[in-house]
């Protein structure tokens, strides 16, 4: 199993910054990527970025250039810096990590933590 504690949520007026970080534990090996997602009232589930165990980094289109996923492969910890946030940037963010292999794939998620952006 891979535990997930994620951290640095809370209340940010637009325009401002905020990191969260993910911190893993447990059976990490062959975690073949971490990410993050989000989920504001009434809507389902999204990503929001990814970063690969080589460093190869996806982004939804609302966040390219204002977020920057990023990962410290000794603390085993995944980071999102969130920059120019915006008001429909609120959400509940949940960290996820993937094991998969051929056959299978095995996702992992955080208990996430709330963002919230006032205008």
């Known amino acids: 199993q891979v535990q997930l504690v994620e951290s640095g949520g809370g209340l940010v007026q637009a325009g401002g910054s905020l990191r969260l970080s993910c911190a893993a534990s447990?059976?990490?090996?062959?975690?073949?990527?971490m990410g993050w997602y989000r989920q504001a009232p009434g809507k389902q589930r999204e990503l929001v970025a990814t970063?690969?165990?080589?460093?190869?980094?996806n982004y939804t289109d609302s966040v390219k250039g204002r977020f920057t996923i990023s990962r410290d492969n000794a603390k085993n910890t995944v980071y999102l810096q969130m920059n120019s946030l915006k008001p429909e940037d609120t959400a509940v963010y949940y960290c996820?990590?993937?094991?998969?292999?051929?056959?299978?794939?095995?996702?992992?998620w955080g208990q996430g933590t709330q963002v919230t952006v006032s205008s």
């Open positions: 447990g059976t990490i090996f062959n975690i073949n990527s």
């Open positions: 970063i690969t165990s080589g460093g190869s980094t």
């Open positions: 996820n990590a993937v094991r998969s292999g051929r056959w299978y794939r095995n996702d992992y």
